[in-house]
């Protein structure tokens, strides 16, 4: 079955026929809301809201491990994270979609594992390309089938929030590789890889990151709702193409 995240701008799919919705317990703690399980364009679906269905929990205090754990409980096999992101690169401007194939994880003090040691044996994931290839290229088709334009291919830096990043920060994330800054990737996706889920996004230019095009001086909070509000739109058609196909 195939799960879909939704980040800030998207508590709720469009034409997702709810059918059964299941609060999960799990040995990490409570996941952000609900489990919702229904069809999207007739294919099994469950959804969850990253950020809890009233948008409360902030990056930082996402219990992720709940999160994946809950999905990979309800059988789920394939991951569709979408978040919203700081665009660097100055393509990458303020309602562009982009489907990531790398990560730089700049975060701290989150729980990122479920190995803990204890009586287990150590283990290590590879982690080379941190998003899955054939979930990435399904996406890929699926935009190109239903006409939503997406950028292919993007380093995903991630911060530990909930604070933006200073202009200096950001120049320091470029100069690292970054083209897109955004607080929730991880440990989202390593954690989807340890549980062996096949795991990718799609990632929302909300803004340009701090220091750059229009967020020279400061990042200006009003015109992000318009602009994710309308990118929203086509990402639903995006995941409706995915699942039709
Ligand atoms: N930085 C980090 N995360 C973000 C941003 C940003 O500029 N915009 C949306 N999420």
Redesign the pocket.
């Known amino acids: 079955m195939l799960a879909i995240i939704g980040g800030?701008g998207l508590t709720q799919l469009a034409n997702f026929d709810v059918v059964r919705r299941e609060v999960v317990r799990t040995p990490y703690g409570e996941p952000s809301g609900a489990l919702m399980f229904g069809t999207l364009c007739e294919r099994p679906v469950v959804f969850l809201a990253r950020h809890g269905y009233g948008h409360t929990i902030p990056?930082h205090l996402v219990n992720y491990r709940a999160n994946m754990w809950a999905l990979k409980q309800a059988r789920v096999e394939a991951v569709v994270s979408v978040?919203?992101?700081?665009?660097i690169r100055a393509d990458l401007g303020p309602g562009t979609l982009v489907v990531p194939d790398q990560i730089i994880d700049y975060t701290s003090g989150r729980k990122n594992t479920y190995f803990e040691g204890g009586e287990d044996p150590v283990r290590h994931i590879d982690f080379t390309q941190p998003y899955d290839g054939a979930l990435r290229s399904r996406l890929l088709a699926a935009a190109a089938a239903s006409g939503v334009a997406v950028a292919d291919g993007a380093v995903y830096a991630t911060?530990q929030?909930p604070r933006?990043?200073t202009a200096a920060e950001?120049n320091r994330l470029e100069r690292d590789g970054a083209d897109v800054?955004?607080?929730t990737a991880m440990p989202e996706a390593a954690l989807a890889r340890e549980l062996d889920m096949a795991y990718a996004a799609i990632n929302v230019?909300?803004?340009?990151?701090?220091g750059r095009g229009n967020?020279a001086e400061q990042?200006c909070f009003d015109s992000?709702e318009a602009v994710l509000q309308e990118a929203m739109q086509r990402v639903r058609s995006l995941l409706a193409g995915l699942c039709a196909s």
């Open positions: 800030s990056p978040a919203s992101v700081g665009g911060t929030g933006l990043e950001v800054v955004g607080m230019v909300a803004n340009f990151a701090a967020s990042i992000i």
